[in-house]
């Protein structure tokens, strides 16, 4: 069992690592529309008990409203 446990843990650092680095050349605008999905996603699963047309609806709101929030004028 902690074989399994190590592995998860080393998939999920790994996998944070890439993902920040492709953020990297990101715009404000782009990272907020990302956060905004992200964040979305999460709540509308929760929302919705993991049904994945509230996820995926989830994170099509937050993406919007991430876009428009991170708008710099």
């Known amino acids: 069992m902690k074989t399994i446990?190590?592995?998860?843990v080393s998939a999920t650092l790994a996998t944070l690592a890439l993902g920040l680095t492709g953020c990297a050349g990101m715009s404000?605008?782009?990272?907020a529309t990302a956060v905004g999905a992200g964040a979305g996603a999460v709540i509308g699963g929760v929302l919705t008990g993991g049904s994945a047309v509230?996820?995926?609806?989830?994170?099509?709101v937050g993406g919007v409203i991430g876009n428009q929030a991170g708008k710099t004028n």
């Open 5 to 8: 446990k190590h592995l998860a």
């Open 28 to 31: 404000h605008q782009d990272k």
């Open 54 to 60: 509230g996820t995926v609806g989830g994170a099509a």
